[in-house]
């Protein structure tokens, strides 16, 4: 599969199948995000894998799956069988902008490599990142920034042409999501010389 073909082929997934997803797996994907460009090459992130039934049942009820959806989120039975905990070392960088770029730039190399793989993915920003770190044990210099659901979809999630945001759930838990048309993302500035 080329690049193209990855973006293209990637869609958020919030109800997985629970086949579970071999370490080596995970540990790839983290070996790509690693690669990833940094701000200034600081390189603090560090990756955290939770991937046991025990932890991912402690972290399950804080974390928010589909906030346009209310009132819904997968059950356990149908959620990520991996995370890949995205986590800023203060000690290297406080947590500012460029850690957050940085942030982005490595989960979309890890959902990448997932869908590469034959995987699903889901970035996770609504979450309780102080209860998530307490139940794992993470220590006080490392701020959860994201967590990154990984699995294999049990759904045919699809995009479509629109200028609204708001996605839409349909009865068969698939995710139909607008996505801006492209002549609405392309500025063109009529002044430039």
Request: glycine share 6%; with cysteine; charged share 25%.
């Amino acid at each position: 599969m080329n690049v193209l073909d990855a973006v293209l082929s990637r869609r958020t997934a919030r109800i997985f199948e629970q086949d579970p997803i071999p370490r080596e797996h995970t540990i790839k994907m983290i070996d790509l995000a690693r690669l990833s460009p940094s701000a200034g090459n600081m390189q603090s992130l560090k990756y955290l894998i939770i991937d046991s039934q025990k932890e991912r049942e402690a972290i399950f009820p804080y974390i928010r799956y589909a906030g346009y959806i209310k009132d819904w989120n997968p059950e356990f039975s149908q959620s990520p069988v991996a995370f890949i905990a995205v986590l800023n070392n203060t000690e290297i960088r406080e947590t500012c902008s460029f850690t957050q770029c940085d942030c982005g730039i490595a989960m979309m190399t890890v959902s990448l490599a997932a869908v590469e793989m034959g995987y699903d993915s889901c970035i996770l920003g609504a979450i309780d990142r102080k209860e998530i770190s307490g139940i794992i044990g993470i220590p006080p210099r490392y701020e959860i920034m994201y967590l990154i659901g990984l699995g294999k979809s049990n759904q045919k999630n699809t995009w479509f042409d629109d200028n609204s945001v708001k996605y839409v759930m349909d009865e068969s838990y698939n995710f139909k999501v607008p996505k801006r048309k492209l002549e609405d993302v392309i500025l063109t500035l009529d002044n430039r010389g």
